[in-house]
């Protein structure tokens, strides 16, 4: 199983960026996939998850109204879109893969896959 995250990178405020992760040995389509980000010296956060079966989707807080996520299950990809950013939305951004077929979650430990993370900078 392999989870490959791209797509970070230096935006102004206000700015977008659409983060990908390209999923190998596993299908997307039944899997719970989840974002989750970690700033320097803080705690990995939850961002957004969408759910296996119907696709419902799930935020936090931080990140409802700005961010979407999605999925493509023809490239076995999720996406992460991610508008009116804010340099508080500085991180790490991880994807993460939870086989149990049961509701969102959003904590971490609830997680068996991870990618390798993606830096966004978002400049003031």
């Known amino acids: 199983v392999q989870l490959q995250a791209c797509g970070g990178g230096l935006v102004q405020a206000g700015g977008s960026l659409r983060l990908s992760c390209a999923a190998s040995?596993?299908?997307?389509?039944?899997?719970?996939m989840a974002w989750f980000r970690q700033a320097p010296g803080k705690e990995r956060e939850f961002v957004a998850a969408?759910?296996?079966?119907?696709?419902?989707?799930y935020y936090a807080d931080s990140a409802k109204g700005r961010f979407t996520i999605s999925r493509d299950n023809a490239k076995n990809t999720i996406y992460l879109e991610m508008n009116s950013l804010k340099p508080e939305d500085t991180a790490v951004y991880y994807c993460?893969?939870?086989?149990?077929?049961?509701?969102?979650?959003?904590?971490?430990?609830?997680?068996?896959?991870w990618g390798q993370g993606t830096l966004v900078t978002v400049s003031s």
């Open positions: 993460a893969a939870d086989p149990s077929y049961s509701n969102i979650k959003s904590r971490s430990r609830e997680y068996d896959y």
């Open positions: 040995g596993l299908p997307v389509s039944r899997y719970n």
């Open positions: 969408i759910r296996w079966n119907a696709g419902g989707t």
